[in-house]
């Protein structure tokens, strides 16, 4: 399984979304998980990242305040919540796994297909 992604969508500026990353069982105990997206035209960049030991988040400038990371080790589930989306939102979006607590996506050597966000 590895990752693999679902929730995106389209949705209205101001809207919510919920994206899910399901998880071989073996990656959410041992990694550092990240959400990386990519506009249109734009580089990757790291939007946020959830340490798997001591429950840190970090997020990027623009989302803070606005979009949340959770984890289901249970559910082998990694989540990111986004709220009052904007239309610079739109892009792809990738789970991602690695050893680093970063929001550098070149730290990340796991990445799940993704999944697109259209925000209108």
């Not at 590895?2 to 919920?18: I, P, R």
């Not at 904007?86 to 990738?94: F, S, V």
């Not at 070149?106 to 259209?118: E, F, K, L, M, P």
């Amino acid at each position: 399984v590895q990752l693999v992604e679902s929730g995106g969508g389209s949705v209205e500026a101001g809207g919510s979304l919920k994206l899910t990353c399901s998880a071989s069982s073996y990656i959410l105990p041992t990694c550092e998980m990240a959400w990386i997206r990519q506009a249109p035209g734009k580089e990757r960049e790291g939007v946020a990242v959830s340490s798997y030991a001591e429950g840190r988040t970090m997020y990027v400038a623009s989302v803070e305040g606005r979009f949340t990371v959770s984890r289901d080790r249970g559910k082998n589930t990694f989540y990111l919540h986004m709220h009052s989306l904007r239309p610079e939102g739109t892009a792809k979006y990738w789970c991602a796994a690695g050893p680093y607590y970063s929001l550098t996506p070149s730290h990340y050597g796991i990445y799940g297909a993704g999944t697109q966000v259209t925000v209108s």
